[in-house]
């Protein structure tokens, strides 16, 4: 059974920082596709950052606009981690860690984690 855990979310203030963990069991999840997606209250789920196979035991970052430069991605041994830096009150939402076997992240996504929420405040 493929199981993404959450975990590191919490309530921070404007301008801190928080790392996001998840680790993937049940699959070998070395070739696929993982990365962070996020939904705010009232607004519809976005993909948030993702890493893809690029080969030879590396992977290819990618991220939403919104983040470059605050945000880092990362992944090791079937966890992927997200590294939120100057966070604003925008980003709170519920994050989902969220993969793909297929390679075709982010834009097909085959299991999602429960989610963890980061708050936030100003």
């Known amino acids: 059974q493929v199981q993404l855990a959450e975990s590191g979310g919490g309530l921070v203030q404007a301008g801190g920082s928080l790392r996001l963990s998840c680790s993937a069991s049940g699959r070998t999840f070395d070739r696929a596709g993982m990365g962070w997606f996020r939904q705010a209250p009232g607004k519809e789920r976005e993909f948030v950052a993702g890493t893809r196979w690029s080969g030879g035991g590396t992977y290819y970052g990618d991220y939403a606009d919104f983040v470059k430069g605050r945000f880092t991605i990362s992944r090791d041994n079937g966890k992927v981690y997200l590294q939120m830096n100057s966070l604003k009150p925008e980003d709170t939402a519920v994050y989902y860690c969220?993969?793909?076997?297929?390679?075709?992240?982010?834009?097909?996504?085959?299991?999602w984690g429960k989610g963890i929420l980061v708050t936030v405040s100003s």
């Open positions: 969220a993969a793909d076997l297929e390679g075709r992240f982010p834009g097909h996504v085959e299991y």
